[in-house]
């Protein structure tokens, strides 16, 4: 599989709104309503907020023969050294195959002066949460998030990336 990792440009804003919808249908099928995902993805992912994402964070691509099919999403490093993983979401096909890994470590190689990279999970999003355990990250606390009426159940953890970086 010949994966190729790059930053998001305006021409891309299409893809990753699929490939957005795309995850959260399947990852969030039992989980979350249909109608409160879609109200969601209308708004975290119309094309303003996209292009808002992409002048004030990092915004990284994976694809395969020029179809985008994944991709993650970091913020800026902020002063006090934390930064944010929004999301990595993945074409449902091609979860499992180390795109997610490959993505992430795309994010953390350019996160210069970051001590910490926090994500929130959903608590039931089971692949996620081992994902992110499986990459060194540590559970922090739980909390309730109301999306538009839907109450989550999420989990906040953290990868402390000063220890990261002192075992490259």
Same mark, same amino acid.
């Given at each position: ?13 299409g ?14 099928? =039992? $989980? /979350? ?8 993805? %209308? @708004?975290?992912y119309? #094309? ?18 020029? =179809? $985008? /099919? ?6 800026a490093?902020? %002063? @006090?050294?934390?930064? #944010? ?84």
């Open positions: 599989m010949d994966i190729h990792i790059r930053n998001m440009e305006k021409r891309d804003i893809g990753v709104q699929a490939v957005a919808k795309a995850s959260w249908e399947f990852t969030y099928k =039992k $989980i /979350i309503p249909s109608d409160v995902q879609e109200r969601f993805l %209308q @708004s975290a119309n #094309e303003d907020m996209l292009l808002k994402r992409m002048e004030i964070s990092s915004l990284y691509l994976a694809e395969q023969d020029e =179809k $985008i /099919i994944g991709f993650a999403n970091f913020s490093v902020k %002063q @006090s050294g934390d930064a #944010e993983l929004g999301a990595i979401y993945l074409l449902p096909e091609y979860q499992g195959a180390g795109i997610g890994t490959a993505l992430l470590q795309k994010g953390l190689k350019n996160l210069n002066g970051a001590k910490a990279l926090f994500i929130s999970v959903e608590k039931e999003n089971r692949v996620g949460v081992e994902f992110y355990l499986a990459k060194g990250f540590l559970l922090q606390y739980e909390f309730e998030d109301d999306l538009d009426g839907h109450v989550s159940q999420m989990i906040r953890m953290s990868l402390d990336l000063t220890t990261v970086a002192s075992a490259k």
